[in-house]
């Protein structure tokens, strides 16, 4: 079982959609990241955070370091939205480790 | 340019063959890492550089060969690969290396088929 779980591992939505994309871990943390990677294989930064709640645009990154559980919220979603979102998690070591990623496809 | 950079995109070879995947960043940094994608799996982290010293070797077999002769540039050099190393290759860099904080930056990856 991998440190870090994502869930759905698929999802598809219609345009306008409200998302939500869950990643429980197993570790101890001190900052968990969002990325995303576009059909092309660029992974892009999203989100890092430790606690509470961060916002960009129509992103919203939650974190409960107690229940140890993340969620990445996308409003109004779009076709442009449509990425594979990789959930990683960072301890006191030097590595992150990664969650499998969930597929994203935002249909019209 | 700017960003991490990552060549060639795609690459193609048989099990005899020598190649190398290059990566270069743009951004000042210190750190730079080697990660493979396979379909369905996370990402595996293969290598970490920090100021060019190797500092990160994560079991990784002998017939992949990194070099880092600058901060700026990481290569990749493939021999003898089986066609279980077929995947997405992906360059990253971060100001320093470690600490959960520490932001990295991805390249585009090279998608690497082995015949």
């Not at chain 1, 645009?57 to 140890?68: F, P, S, Y």
Request: charged fraction near 15%; include cysteine.
């Amino acid at each position: 079982k991998n440190e870090v779980e994502q869930s759905p591992q698929n999802l598809t939505a219609q345009e306008g959609e409200f998302i939500t994309i869950n990643c429980s871990y197993s570790v101890g943390i001190s900052a968990l990241h969002w990325l995303q990677q576009h059909p092309g294989g660029g992974i892009v930064s999203l989100f890092m955070l430790s606690s509470g709640k961060k916002k960009h645009g129509r992103l919203i990154a939650t974190i409960n370091i107690q229940e140890k559980h993340s969620s990445l919220h996308i409003t109004a979603s779009h076709p442009r939205d449509s990425a594979v979102y990789i959930c990683a998690v960072g301890s006191d070591t030097d590595k992150l480790i990664f969650g499998t990623g969930t597929r994203l496809q935002v249909f019209p | 340019e700017t960003g991490v950079t990552q060549t060639p995109r795609h690459l193609v070879m048989g099990m005899t063959n020598k190649k190398s995947l290059k990566c270069e960043q743009h951004l000042g940094h210190n750190a730079m890492y080697w990660y493979k994608q396979s379909a369905k799996k996370p990402l595996e982290l293969m290598f970490v550089y920090n100021f060019k010293e190797q500092t990160e070797n994560n079991s990784v077999p002998s017939r992949f060969s990194p070099e880092c002769p600058n901060s700026s540039h990481l290569f990749l050099h493939l021999h003898t690969l089986q066609p279980e190393d077929s995947a997405l290759y992906l360059c990253a860099s971060s100001l320093l290396q470690g600490g959960p904080y520490n932001e990295q930056f991805f390249g585009p990856g090279t998608r690497l088929t082995v015949l």
